[in-house]
């Protein structure tokens, strides 16, 4: 593949997967990052970024600065945009769009920052061809990342993904509270799941988390099926270097010799998660079944289990029970597994019984959560340590 000059990247994830996603990078051959909060930044020629984008299961966009300064005030932000050559970027019947995130004093709001951004933009292509490039705020051609910080420094981006990099391409059906395919990702690896061993799912909902798993257990690129990413539309968008990257990650693929197994008691959205996961085109990949998690015999091989159980909205009072149930048949069938659960209701959590070994902070969407885990063995703690020393 074709060498080129290498540029700043910023890769955003959600809270609590920062380490995680360092982890995807170095998969990639990226070696030197910079953590921050919910970001990591490194350098990278195209193809990295297209990889990136293709690749990483727990970024959810992929942005590239393009101009740092400061200002003074709003004409200056103004003018410092408009000397940038959009004309370079994209053309004047592309449409595009303005996401801002704004700290400075100078604003009192930021879709004034954003409003300022739009005309400069739209007044250097008047200017140079007597035609302004549309606005679209819903599907744009070029979404602009507009950074502006508390000490007036501005940051101007072009987001490489263009729709959130969790919108894989497979979900066709929503159950009424869908984890987001970046956070069920970033849960299976941080779950440490070694991929020889099986997986399974009590509360599989739609389908989110199975899917995930089976991508990560085969090496299929979590976002293999989307039709469009945002640098396609750049005007420095390589096809021939593209397809390249699209075919080698195809021939990546390997096979997983053990189970990935999802269970739900709800006909309905057992429904949802077979029409997902037959348009990801995983259906031989994972095993269903529609019953109670009571009802359901162990697979003598052990393994891994992580779930997202109801957290109380769907049940009423009803949650505590559950979450009871689920911690007492961990204790007497699942000798020897490590079971991982999200969620935001921390009373319901206490009900399952168990003393978690490693609690993780996480947001699902807006709702602050823990993600636990619960290694599962028989006799006192000190022999399992042994035990485990032993192997």
Request: glycine share 6%; hydrophobic share 40%.
């Amino acid at each position: 593949m074709k060498s080129e000059s290498k540029m700043k990247i910023i890769a955003k994830t959600s809270y609590g997967l920062e380490e995680v996603l360092v982890e995807e990078l170095k998969q990639l051959g990226v070696t030197e990052v910079e953590l921050a909060t919910r970001a990591v930044m490194f350098e990278g020629t195209k193809e990295t970024l297209y990889k990136a984008n293709l690749w990483l299961r727990s970024a959810n966009r992929l942005i590239v600065p393009i101009k740092t300064f400061k200002i003074k005030d709003a004409d200056d932000l103004y003018d410092k945009i408009k000397e940038i050559a959009w004309e370079d970027i994209f053309t004047i019947d592309q449409t595009f769009a303005i996401d801002s995130t704004v700290f400075s004093e100078i604003f009192n709001h930021t879709k004034f920052a954003a409003f300022k951004t739009k005309d400069a933009i739209a007044d250097r292509f008047r200017e140079k061809f007597d035609k302004r490039p549309d606005v679209n705020t819903d599907q744009p051609h070029i979404r602009i990342n507009l950074h502006i910080s508390k000490e007036d420094e501005v940051t101007v981006s072009l987001d490489s993904s263009g729709d959130p990099l969790f919108k894989r391409g497979y979900r066709e059906s929503r159950s009424l509270a869908p984890i987001k395919e970046d956070l069920a990702a970033g849960m299976i690896l941080l779950s440490g799941w070694d991929k020889k061993s099986n997986f399974i799912d009590f509360f599989c909902g739609s389908g989110t988390i199975l899917i995930e798993a089976a991508m990560i257990a085969n090496n299929i690129p979590p976002n293999i099926n989307r039709a469009i990413f945002g640098f396609m539309n750049w005007k420095t968008f390589d096809e021939e270097l593209f397809n390249e990257v699209i075919d080698h990650a195809l021939d990546q693929e390997i096979r997983f010799d053990f189970k990935i197994i999802g269970i739900d008691i709800d006909a309905r959205v057992m429904g949802m998660c077979r029409t997902n996961i037959e348009a990801a085109g995983l259906t031989d990949k994972i095993e269903l079944h529609k019953k109670d998690f009571k009802d359901f015999d162990a697979p003598e091989l052990k393994g891994v289990i992580v779930c997202n159980p109801p957290y109380g909205e769907r049940l009423g009072e009803n949650v505590d029970d559950l979450y009871t149930e689920f911690g007492d048949n961990l204790k007497t069938r699942y000798d020897g597994w490590n079971a991982w659960l999200i969620s935001s209701n921390m009373g319901a959590l206490k009900k399952v019984g168990l003393r978690p070994s490693r609690k993780i902070k996480l947001f699902n969407g807006s709702l602050e959560c823990r993600f636990m885990k619960y290694e599962m063995y028989k006799g006192t703690k000190k022999v399992h340590k042994m035990k485990r020393a032993d192997d």
